[in-house]
């Protein structure tokens, strides 16, 4: 990788950074397709599949607008970010929701094991449900203090810290609950299911 854009990591941060990684110095953006252009009035989140409001049974169809997500509790999280292409930036400084502060709204059925993200512009990823449900997980709408860019993800992505980045969906706007997994874009196309970045999990097979 160019020295210009990237670094290799000291041994001060080899308990940071996982194998075959390199330190990026900005923060790349990578995108497979155009990147949509959505704005907040327009933003949508929609749950479906083993789920339902606290008032109704499981399987109803949710749709969450902009304002409900910012009525729900906002934080601030710092989080190293890992991309399978291998690039790892530090100490990411975003503004969200946790995801376990969203799952407090809706009612899960028994039987889910995993959700499969979707996107604006078509793109899945998929996650098993004990992997999305971490309580640091989060979905950021504001990066380093501004509102997140379109090219980064905005106006909402998921982000998933202990897995590789592009299981931390950007323009989400749709979450499917499972009973079973069903694999997202990349990982019809060659990608490991799961992507560890600690266990090197890139692509299928490992």
């Not at 512009?121 to 997140?148: I, K, Q, V």
């Amino acid at each position: 990788m160019s020295r210009k854009f990237f670094a290799k990591p000291d041994s001060s941060q080899s308990d940071r950074v996982p194998p075959g990684q390199y330190l990026a110095k900005g923060f790349p953006v990578l995108t497979y397709g155009e990147t949509p252009q959505i704005n907040t009035e327009d933003w949508q989140l929609r749950v479906w599949g083993l789920a339902g409001s606290k008032t109704a049974e499981g399987g109803e169809r949710l749709t969450f607008t902009w304002s409900d997500f910012m009525n729900l509790p906002q934080q601030n999280f710092t989080a190293d970010f890992h991309c399978v292409t291998r690039w790892s930036k530090l100490d990411v400084q975003w503004t969200g929701i946790k995801v376990t502060d969203f799952l407090e709204t809706i009612t899960l059925n028994p039987k889910t094991t995993h959700v499969l993200q979707h996107c604006y512009g078509g793109y899945t990823t998929n996650l098993p449900l004990e992997d999305f449900a971490r309580p640091e997980n989060f979905f950021a709408h504001t990066l380093n203090g501004e509102s997140l860019p379109a090219e980064h993800g905005g106006p909402m992505r998921l982000v998933v810290p202990h897995l590789y980045a592009w299981k931390s969906a950007k323009w989400i706007n749709g979450i499917e609950f499972l009973d079973h997994d069903r694999p997202g874009f990349w990982e019809r196309n060659g990608y490991h299911q799961r992507g560890e970045p600690w266990a090197q999990e890139r692509y299928a097979g490992r």
